[in-house]
């Protein structure tokens, strides 16, 4: 059973930048996307940004978009989430996720990170 392992995030105050870094523990390569949805408490959990095999540039969330970057190491198997100019709003619990379906709908995802904290303070 493949999992998905989160790294990074942590505390850091408003404007500042973090990276959270996602990697699968086994071969993923029938999932040919990768995506990231955040959390925050007592919301629904919100999609963020997706990359996919042949499908162009990442997209982004319109709350994100143009301070956030999803990358790709194809040799590490790995997916980034590069964060700049950070908000309190930005705070929640963020989630790496991969699966065959190019969707902003968390759904359809079929393997999921254990998610990791990002609080940013004003």
């Known amino acids: 059973q493949v999992q998905l392992v989160e790294s990074g995030g942590g505390s850091v105050q408003a404007g500042g930048s973090l990276r959270i870094s996602c990697a699968p523990t086994g071969p993923v390569y029938r999932l040919p996307v990768w995506a990231w949805f955040r959390q925050a408490p007592g919301k629904e959990r919100e999609f963020v940004g997706r990359?996919?095999?042949?499908?162009?540039?990442?997209s982004y969330a319109d709350s994100v978009k143009d301070r956030f970057t999803i990358s790709r190491d194809a040799a590490k198997s790995t997916v980034y989430l590069q964060m700049d100019d950070l908000k309190p709003e930005d705070t929640a619990v963020y989630y790496c996720?991969?699966?065959?379906?190019?969707?902003?709908?968390?759904?359809?995802?079929?393997?999921w990170g254990q998610g990791t904290q990002v609080t940013v303070s004003a």
């Open positions: 990359v996919g095999s042949g499908f162009g540039s990442p």
């Open positions: 996720a991969a699966g065959a379906l190019y969707t902003e709908r968390p759904g359809p995802y079929e393997y």
